[in-house]
Structures are given as structure tokens and as C-alpha cells.
Nanobody, 123 residues
Framework: QVQLVQSGGGLVKAGGSLRLSCVAS?????MGWFRQAPGKEREFVAA????????LYTDSVKGRFTISRDNAKNTVYLQMNSLNPEDTAVYYC???????????????????WGQGTQVTVSS
């Protein structure tokens, strides 16, 4: 059993930046971030392989968001720059413990989830 504890998030003006962190209580393979806006399905944002060498982003955040991980601290980060109101959502950290050769975008590919943190971007 792995627990994920998130921190970060909050309210920021358009064009601003925020950083999310997620600490895992055990070893993980792929770690990722998803988000869910009101009335919408949970959507993939970004993910990173266990080695930290491979990442994947959804098109709408490419060039603005950066995912990274510190395996010594069992922590994954999401640096979010140039935020816009469309980025407003609850952001969830996710983790997969089973090894995989590719990063998966489907929520059901991940075994564990953080508690969620609100990110609100005002115009």
C-alpha cells in the first residue's frame, strides 16, 4: 500500500506560476498528475517514468508545465508556469507500482491517488 500526500496549489493570477508536490510512502514506477474541472472528467496532465528519464505531457500544457521527480525523497513535482484560467481544476497526484515500458494516460492505469489540491487561476 502506497500513500500519496500532496502539497502546493492555491490561487494565482493568469500568467503566474505554482508548484505542486507529492510525496509517496513507498516505491513507485510511473508517477503522474491528473486534473478534474467541475463537470468534466478527470484528465491526464503529465507523467514521469521511475528513472525520471521519460516524461509525457498532454498537449495543452506542453512548454508550460514541467514534471520531475526526486527518487531519494520519493517525491514528484509539477512546476506550472504561464497559468491560464483553463488550468483551473483539482489536481491529483497518481502512482503506479507495477513496472511498465510506456507511460499510460488512462486513470485506471494508476493504483494510488493523492487527496487532490485545488488550483484556481483568475483572469
Amino acid at each position: 500500500q502506497v500513500q500519496l500526500v500532496q502539497s502546493g496549489g492555491g490561487l494565482v493570477k493568469a500568467g503566474g506560476s505554482l508548484r505542486l508536490s507529492c510525496v509517496a510512502s513507498g516505491r513507485t514506477s510511473v508517477m503522474g498528475w491528473f486534473r478534474q474541472a467541475p463537470g468534466k472528467e478527470r484528465e491526464f496532465v503529465a507523467a514521469i517514468m521511475g528513472s525520471g528519464g521519460s516524461t509525457l505531457y498532454t498537449d495543452s500544457v506542453k512548454g508550460r508545465f514541467t514534471i520531475s521527480r526526486d527518487n531519494a525523497k520519493n517525491t514528484v513535482y509539477l512546476q506550472m508556469n504561464s497559468l491560464n484560467p483553463e488550468d483551473t481544476a483539482v489536481y491529483y497526484c497518481s502512482a503506479r507500482t507495477v513496472l511498465t515500458k510506456v507511460i499510460l494516460r488512462r486513470p485506471d492505469a494508476y493504483d494510488y491517488w493523492g487527496q487532490g489540491t485545488q488550483v484556481t487561476v483568475s483572469s
